[in-house]
């Protein structure tokens, strides 16, 4: 594979270079723009892999796969609050790191030296009026990172650190609100326990009420029927004393009607005399 990658870049080389020296305005383009020559890359490597077996096709396939495959759910780590280290503003601390222990110290400068003359003397990459616009750029760029860096760092710290302090705030008060929806929720639940002894006391207090209406309805029917008793009695002592009266005005009637004159010339006559000898009875024992 690394054979058929070299091989596709020195045909590549070639045809810049007679481009270059004949003329050809396709060519011409294609020796002073790098990146024609990279996408072309690119383009004629993705062609050969795809022909050139099982392996090609994996990588291939691994490429599709790697944007329609579905999100992983497994866990990811927290980002880190700081980047790595760097070098010279771009190059990681991890790529010297790795060169070290094969290539000591100065491994990585002269690997990095190495590539840019490799690329400038095999015109892989072609210096132009574009580089030297890059190279003017990036020190503009170099120069307003190292001049106005520190303050725009400090002023993002302020913004970063005031959307941290509204967030906190938010949090706290989030935190707060839910504090308390929890000490409520554990008032309600404490209620909620003591609602068994109120459903007691509710049921003592309904017995009892169910109880005093009972009473008092058994009271309303004893006086009722004491009431109907008390009436019958005096009805039956009314006809009794109404017989009585009738029977003795009857009688009396009878006895009155039945004595004649004579006889009650008689019976005044001997009252009249029992009446005077009552009289001396008296006043003997008056003057004894």
Same mark, same amino acid.
């Given at each position: 594979?690394t054979?058929?990658?070299?091989?596709?870049l020195?045909?590549?080389?070639?045809?810049?270079?007679r481009g270059?020296? +004949?003329?050809?305005?396709?060519?011409?383009?294609?020796?002073l723009?790098p990146?024609?020559?990279l996408s072309?890359?690119v383009?004629?490597?993705?062609s050969?892999?795809?022909?050139?077996?099982?392996?090609?096709?994996?990588l291939v396939?691994a490429s599709r796969?790697l944007h329609?495959t579905?999100?992983?759910?497994?866990p990811?780590?927290?980002?880190?609050e700081?980047?790595?280290?760097?070098r010279?503003?771009i190059?990681?601390?991890?790529?010297f790191q790795?060169l070290?222990?094969?290539t000591? &110290?100065?491994?990585?400068?002269?690997?990095?030296t190495?590539?840019?003359?490799?690329?400038?003397?095999? @015109?892989i990459?072609v210096?132009?009026?574009?580089t030297?616009?890059?190279?003017s750029i990036?020190? &503009?760029?170099?120069?307003g990172v190292?001049?106005f860096?520190?303050k &725009?760092?400090?002023?993002a710290?302020?913004i970063?650190e005031?959307?941290?302090?509204?967030?906190?705030?938010?949090?706290d008060?989030?935190?707060?609100s839910l504090? =308390?929806?929890? @000490?409520?929720?554990?008032?309600? +639940?404490?209620?909620? %326990?003591?609602?068994?002894?109120l459903?007691?006391a509710?049921?003592n207090?309904v017995?009892m009420?169910l %109880?005093?209406?009972y009473?008092?309805?058994?009271?309303m029917v004893?006086?009722e029927?004491?009431?109907?008793?008390d009436? +019958?009695?005096?009805?039956q002592?009314?006809?009794?004393?109404? @017989? +009585? @009266?009738h029977m003795v005005?009857?009688v009396e009637?009878? &006895?009155?009607s039945?004595i004649?004159? =004579?006889?009650?010339?008689e019976?005044?006559a001997?009252c009249i005399t029992?009446?005077?000898?009552?009289?001396?009875a008296?006043q003997?024992k008056?003057?004894?």
């Amino acid at each position: 594979m690394t054979s058929r990658v070299s091989a596709i870049l020195a045909a590549l080389c070639r045809r810049a270079r007679r481009g270059r020296h +004949q003329g050809a305005p396709g060519c011409k383009n294609l020796a002073l723009h790098p990146s024609n020559m990279l996408s072309r890359l690119v383009f004629v490597s993705a062609s050969a892999l795809k022909g050139s077996g099982p392996l090609g096709a994996g990588l291939v396939q691994a490429s599709r796969s790697l944007h329609t495959t579905s999100q992983s759910l497994a866990p990811l780590p927290p980002l880190p609050e700081k980047g790595g280290k760097v070098r010279h503003g771009i190059f990681p601390e991890e790529i010297f790191q790795l060169l070290y222990p094969k290539t000591g &110290v100065t491994g990585p400068y002269m690997l990095g030296t190495g590539l840019i003359l490799y690329m400038l003397s095999k @015109e892989i990459y072609v210096i132009n009026h574009e580089t030297f616009a890059a190279a003017s750029i990036g020190a &503009v760029i170099i120069y307003g990172v190292k001049k106005f860096g520190p303050k &725009v760092a400090a002023m993002a710290d302020k913004i970063n650190e005031d959307r941290v302090a509204k967030a906190q705030e938010v949090k706290d008060l989030a935190m707060s609100s839910l504090a =308390q929806a929890i @000490e409520s929720e554990k008032k309600e +639940q404490w209620r909620a %326990e003591g609602r068994s002894m109120l459903f007691d006391a509710k049921r003592n207090n309904v017995a009892m009420l169910l %109880e005093t209406n009972y009473r008092e309805r058994l009271h309303m029917v004893t006086n009722e029927v004491k009431r109907r008793l008390d009436y +019958q009695i005096a009805l039956q002592n009314l006809h009794r004393r109404m @017989e +009585q @009266e009738h029977m003795v005005n009857w009688v009396e009637k009878s &006895v009155v009607s039945s004595i004649t004159p =004579q006889q009650e010339k008689e019976s005044i006559a001997k009252c009249i005399t029992d009446l005077k000898a009552l009289a001396k009875a008296t006043q003997a024992k008056a003057t004894v």
